[in-house]
C-alpha cells in the first residue's frame, strides 16, 4: 500500500495565475514522477526526479517546473496558468533511482481548470 | 523502441461476463517489465500486477488473471465473473530495465460494466 498525497485534489483557476500542485509521500522513495493525463486518458511523463537536487524532463514538453529540496516532497508549479493546461496531473513514486525498475505508486492526482 | 498497444479503447459488458483486455508490446530489450493498473472514475491510478520478462508464469489473483507470451510479446489481462465496481480505465505499462525505471503506457481501455 503506497502513501502519497496530493493537494488540492481540485482547483479552479483564471489565466495568468501562479499555481504549485503539491505531491508528498511517505515511504522514502529515491524517484518520483509527475503525469499529465489529458481528457482522451493519455498519460504523458513531464518530469522525474532521481532524488534530491534532481530533476529531469520527460517526454512531453511541459511549461511547468518542478523541484526536488527534499525526498518527500515534489511539487509542481505553474508560472502563469493557461486553459491549455487544463487536465489531470498524476504524481507517482518508487523506491530505486538505479537500473531496475520498481513499481511506481501513484497518488490520487489534481484535476486542474483554467479558465 | 518502446511501444505498448491496447488496441480495444473501450467494452461494455454485463455483470457476469468474464472479459479480457488486451496489451502488446515492443522493446529490444532482453531484460523488461510489464504493468496493469487499474483507473477508478475518482481518478487515482490502482497498480495491479508487475511481471518480470524472464517469468512468463501466468498469474492468478482472485477474478483477476493475467497471460504473459512472450512468443506473441502479449500480457493480457481477464477478469473473471465482472462486477460494476471493476468499471475503470486499464492501463498496462512496459519499462526497459535501462531505462531508469520510467514507464511506457498504452493509452488505456475503458471497461463499463452494467448491471
Known amino acids: 500500500e503506497a502513501d502519497i498525497y496530493q493537494t488540492p485534489r481540485y482547483l479552479v483557476i483564471g489565466t495568468g495565475k501562479k499555481i504549485t500542485l503539491e505531491c508528498s509521500q511517505t515511504?522514502?522513495?529515491?524517484?518520483m514522477y509527475w503525469y499529465q493525463q489529458d481528457p482522451g486518458m493519455e498519460l504523458h511523463l513531464i518530469h522525474y526526479s532521481y532524488g534530491v537536487n534532481s530533476t529531469e524532463k520527460g517526454d512531453l514538453s511541459s511549461e511547468s517546473t518542478v523541484s526536488r529540496i527534499r525526498t518527500e516532497h515534489f511539487p509542481l508549479t505553474l508560472e502563469s496558468a493557461r486553459p491549455s493546461h487544463t487536465s489531470q496531473y498524476l504524481c507517482?513514486?518508487?523506491?530505486?533511482?538505479?537500473?531496475?525498475?520498481?513499481?511506481?505508486?501513484f497518488g490520487p492526482g489534481t484535476r486542474l481548470t483554467v479558465l | 523502441a518502446q511501444k505498448v498497444t491496447q488496441a480495444q479503447t473501450e467494452i461494455s459488458v454485463v455483470e457476469k461476463e468474464d472479459v479480457t483486455l488486451d496489451c502488446v508490446y515492443e522493446?529490444?530489450?532482453?531484460?523488461?517489465?510489464l504493468f496493469w493498473y487499474k483507473q477508478p472514475p475518482s481518478g487515482e491510478l490502482v497498480f495491479l500486477i508487475r511481471?518480470?520478462?524472464?517469468?512468463?508464469q501466468n498469474e492468478i489473483s482472485g477474478r483477476y488473471s493475467w497471460n504473459f507470451q512472450k512468443s506473441t510479446s502479449s500480457f493480457n489481462f481477464t477478469i473473471t465473473a465482472s462486477q460494476v465496481v471493476d468499471s475503470a480505465v486499464y492501463f498496462c505499462a512496459l519499462s526497459e530495465a535501462g531505462s531508469q525505471g520510467n514507464l511506457i503506457f498504452g493509452k488505456g481501455t475503458k471497461l463499463s460494466v452494467k448491471p
Open positions: 511481471r518480470n520478462s524472464f517469468d512468463e
Open positions: 507517482a513514486s518508487s523506491r530505486r533511482a538505479g537500473l531496475g525498475t520498481d513499481t511506481q505508486y
Open positions: 522493446t529490444r530489450d532482453t531484460t523488461y517489465y
Open positions: 515511504m522514502g522513495h529515491d524517484k
